[in-house]
């Protein structure tokens, strides 16, 4: 993600500060972060770091990087912070300078128990920090900063929105070579290399961790979740259930495609994976239509959860939907089950200009029928970035 | 790093939690860490995850994962863990339920505020897991697990130096190179291109941050310290330094080397250039001369540090080495000057089986001299792993 985007969102951030009456944010407090890096690093840093460096944005919209000297140039060259102050032996010396210059009453720190996204300090640099403020006026001041981190991560702005929509496009190319693709005898893990194949052809990355994005599922002895293609071949009488996300300019498409390759004598799927299918379209409809700025993201997940028990199906084992950006699991207001699992995100409320990707899956006796489609919370409810897959699509080797 | 090699470092681990007498040892306990990696994944856990995840390694040898369902296939396939839980809405109950079979005295947390490298859980994830275990027992059992881990990156298997070696042998490769790279003209990021594609080429991968691997300097103009190459256009009467690491089967090597670009009426470089190589040479070989098992690393920085100075030359504004593993700067001791920046790494002691890479650099009229070298700590003191520049190259354009 350029340094343009990265400032951009910095100057969204000021508003948030200003919202929660937060007087300075400590971004990012890390070092070694390339080796170590976390997902704030690309939102609000725009460059790694070798030794102890703060990142401090201030509700007055200053903004100071302090980092080593032998970072100076690099964090310089990023552009995203116009103070660098370099030091050779102690952080803690100009830290507590800005600190005393910004004078602050309540500082966010990037760390969260709730959400993942936004949890992005060490706990040994956490404790650094604490050592570092001990008996000034700041020590007490410490406050999570999952508030700011999450709207910031959440938020999209126009420019972010517009990559998430070209990772999708490029996601529903790939989709279109599906059919011919799909050959007798090809195995999950082939078409897993083909399809990552003409994904980075197209400037593409993986979303996700690539040993799992694309997941392939070929029948019903397929892994479940978040397993690797394996070696079954592809059959008539199989569903093909493709999970996969790209990442174009840094933010990502995540979408799930369900295909049935017929058997010779067979016109159309068996009763059962019709019938699962419509299951899942109705259940993605019922949690979709839900979906509107104010609502706590469980009450979308609930719809979505009771339509496929009505239908005669087993729970779901997971939230209905997550929220997408620069990551394929951005983090924050979380369409999910209010489960320990999920912590408070459920509880978070939508807003607009959000991005979500919502899914359902069943299984059935020829295989995973799974759905995602990515959408876009507007003022009035909520609107579909992708195309969704309103039937079950055939093919014959 | 393959499965074969993480479990063969949870053995060397369970001698290292008897000596210290630790019960348990949460090697990790994180989630969505393909986003946010930290350096105890390729050691110790072989895998990531996307829901909350702990992995136990007790002094019995027992190695529990306890993920959620959607990751236990692929924590399975990793195979690192015997023992995989998968829970569907709650990590807290199997923790809990593991933690009171093992019934631990003391449990180790990979968190450190000394050692970066032996850092890896975030603030948010420590809080959750204090969360869990209030009300039971094990509520004040939690100390960092800096020890366990610091000897864990530190101590080589044969394997791992193995590794090492193939990365610097790759590396030298790559400098056998230069004479006909360094052409009239070609800029610091096109060398930097240069030197990286052919890296690749051979199978071997940035051990940096490939923005600034390698660091390229032509003259006294060039940028210092983590900095991009740039636009300088190589000439006659420059120094030509280049930091170098590649990354082969998981293990890196850091090398620097410097070159002089004679002018057409050089027969050797100025005198100024020729005293600082030797003073260079004379700092890197005192510094080496001091290491072996037992010393803390910052005798080593001192004698470096102060055969420099009595040379004349400025401070060093770096540590004179560091560890070299899985990561370019592997953590644990370091030969640095004890200055808040580096914690108490320097006051660790060096043990048989640890890799330095060890380094000076000073400025010039021509541009810097730096030289890097990596060595393995043995029985009686230290032996190079790499063939030292004992003088400095010239080269004709």
Same mark, same amino acid.
């Given at each position: 993600?350029?340094?343009?985007?990265?400032?951009?969102?910095?100057?969204?951030?000021?508003?948030?500060?200003?919202?929660?009456?937060?007087?300075?944010?400590?971004?990012?407090?890390?070092?070694?972060?390339?080796?170590?890096?976390?997902?704030?690093?690309?939102?609000?840093?725009?460059?790694?770091?070798t030794?102890?460096?703060?990142?401090?944005?201030?509700?007055?919209?200053?903004?100071?990087?302090?980092v080593?000297?032998?970072?100076?140039?690099?964090?310089?060259?990023a552009?995203v912070?116009?103070?660098?102050?370099g030091?050779?032996?102690?952080?803690?010396?100009?830290?507590?300078?800005?600190?005393?210059?910004?004078?602050?009453?309540?500082v966010?720190?990037?760390?969260?128990?709730?959400?993942?996204?936004?949890?992005?300090?060490?706990?040994g640099?956490?404790?650094?920090?604490?050592?570092?403020?001990?008996?000034?006026?700041?020590?007490?001041?410490?406050?999570?900063?999952?508030?700011?981190?999450?709207?910031?991560?959440?938020?999209?702005?126009?420019?972010e929105?517009?990559?998430?929509?070209?990772?999708?496009?490029?996601?529903?190319?790939?989709f279109?070579?599906?059919?011919?693709?799909?050959?007798?005898?090809?195995?999950?893990?082939?078409?897993?290399?083909?399809?990552?194949?003409?994904?980075?052809?197209?400037?593409?990355?993986?979303a996700?961790? %690539? +040993? /799992?994005?694309?997941?392939?599922?070929?029948?019903? &002895?397929? =892994?479940?979740?978040?397993?690797?293609?394996?070696? #079954?071949?592809?059959?008539?009488?199989?569903?093909?259930?493709?999970?996969?996300g790209l990442?174009?300019?840094?933010?990502c498409?995540?979408?799930?495609?369900?295909?049935?390759?017929?058997?010779?004598?067979?016109?159309?799927?068996?009763?059962?994976?019709?019938?699962?299918?419509?299951?899942?379209r109705?259940?993605?409809?019922?949690?979709?239509?839900?979906?509107?700025?104010?609502?706590?993201?469980?009450?979308?997940?609930?719809?979505?959860?009771?339509?496929?028990?009505?239908?005669?199906?087993?729970?779901?084992?997971?939230?209905?939907?997550?929220?997408?950006?620069?990551?394929?699991?951005?983090?924050?207001?979380?369409?999910g089950?209010?489960? %320990? +699992? /999920?912590?408070?995100?459920?509880?978070?409320?939508? &807003?607009? =200009?959000?991005?979500?990707?919502?899914?359902?899956? #069943?299984?059935?006796?020829a295989?995973?029928?799974?759905?995602?489609?990515d959408?876009?919370?507007?003022?009035?409810?909520?609107?579909?970035?992708?195309?969704?897959?309103t039937a079950?699509?055939?093919?014959?080797l």
């Open positions: 993600v350029e340094s343009s985007v990265v400032s951009r969102k910095l100057d969204q951030a000021v508003g948030f500060l200003r919202e929660a009456g937060i007087d300075l944010w400590i971004a990012q407090f890390a070092r070694e972060s390339y080796e170590q890096p976390t997902p704030v690093d690309t939102l609000a840093v725009g460059c790694s770091v030794w102890p460096a703060a990142f401090l944005v201030a509700a007055s919209g200053r903004r100071t990087a302090i080593g000297t032998g970072d100076v140039a690099n964090v310089r060259a552009g912070y116009d103070e660098v102050v030091y050779v032996q102690d952080v803690a010396v100009p830290l507590r300078e800005v600190m005393s210059d910004v004078n602050p009453t309540r966010a720190v990037s760390y969260s128990v709730a959400d993942d996204m936004a949890d992005n300090i060490t706990h640099m956490f404790l650094m920090l604490q050592g570092i403020l001990a008996g000034t006026p700041y020590f007490d001041c410490l406050v999570p900063a999952e508030g700011i981190l999450g709207k910031l991560r959440a938020y999209k702005l126009p420019v929105v517009r990559r998430i929509q070209d990772a999708i496009e490029m996601t529903h190319q790939l279109g070579l599906m059919p011919q693709l799909l050959r007798e005898g090809v195995t999950e893990s082939e078409l897993a290399d083909r399809l990552r194949g003409e994904g980075r052809a197209r400037g593409g990355a993986p996700w961790d %690539p +040993r /799992y994005d694309p997941i392939v599922n070929f029948g019903p &002895g397929s =892994g479940f979740g978040h397993s690797e293609p394996g070696t #079954v071949a592809l059959a008539p009488g199989m569903l093909v259930h493709i999970d996969l990442k174009v300019e840094g933010y498409s995540d979408l799930q495609r369900t295909w049935y390759v017929l058997r010779p004598s067979e016109s159309e799927a068996p009763l059962e994976v019709q019938e699962a299918f419509a299951a899942v109705v259940s993605m409809d019922a949690g979709f239509e839900t979906l509107r700025p104010g609502i706590p993201g469980w009450t979308a997940d609930r719809q979505a959860r009771d339509a496929l028990l009505r239908a005669g199906y087993a729970e779901s084992e997971f939230a209905f939907g997550h929220q997408l950006g620069q990551t394929a699991h951005d983090g924050g207001a979380l369409l089950p209010p489960w %320990p +699992r /999920y912590g408070t995100r459920p509880e978070m409320p939508l &807003g607009e =200009g959000m991005v979500f990707a919502i899914e359902q899956a #069943v299984p059935t006796e295989g995973p029928i799974g759905l995602e489609d959408v876009l919370i507007t003022a009035g409810g909520a609107e579909y970035l992708s195309q969704p897959q079950l699509e055939y093919v014959r």
